[in-house]
């Protein structure tokens, strides 16, 4: 999908899940353990929260510029709230941000668990469904964590 057409889509599709939040059971973000929390876009709005409430120290941005400039915190801005961003520029394959931005987010933290408990992929995303059910990791993401898995897991002296 063209990036013209991407940029389009993603104000409808932000407004989408704003109203999901609202009349769904879903949440804007889950704790996924003492140190992640996985969630969609982080607003301006929500930082005191973040910040206070949930001790967040550092956001790791996987998405576009024009995704984050008008709604989001600046790197600036974050820092200024005594909080590091790490922006990671991906790529967008489907053309539908938010549809992307669920399989992105759930993949790092995916990894982070197998690296973590040294899970298997599939239990790693069994417990990030169990935990906020909308996150999708498709076949070529669970490709990618089984040979992180290998190489982190399966090296290691038993």
Same mark, same amino acid.
């Given at each position: ?52 409430? /949930? ?5 790791? =941005?996987?998405?576009?510029e $024009?995704?984050? %400039?008008y709604? +989001?915190? *600046?790197? @600036? !801005? ?14 967008d394959l ?5 549809? /992307? ?5 759930? =993949?790092?933290v995916?990894a $982070?668990?197998? %690296?973590?408990? +040294?899970? *298997?992929? @599939? !239990? ?35």
């Open positions: 999908m063209s990036g013209a057409l991407a940029r389009l889509l993603f104000y409808p599709t932000l407004a989408y899940n704003v109203v999901m939040e609202k009349v769904s059971s879903r949440r804007w973000f889950d704790r996924v353990d003492q140190t992640v929390i996985l969630g969609a876009l982080p607003f301006k709005s929500m930082t005191e929260e973040l910040v206070q409430r /949930e001790n967040v120290r550092g956001v790791i =941005t996987m998405n576009e $024009y995704e984050t %400039k709604f +989001c915190n *600046s790197a @600036e !801005e974050w820092k200024a709230a005594g909080v590091e961003q790490l922006r990671l520029s991906t790529v489907t053309g539908v941000p938010h549809m /992307e931005d669920l399989h992105r987010g759930a =993949t790092v995916a $982070y668990l197998i %690296k973590l408990h +040294c899970w *298997s992929p @599939e !239990e790693a995303c069994q417990t990030l469904r169990s935990i906020r059910p909308h996150v999708l990791v498709r076949k070529a993401q669970m490709e990618l964590l089984r040979s992180y898995y290998q190489q982190v897991c399966n090296s290691q002296p038993t």
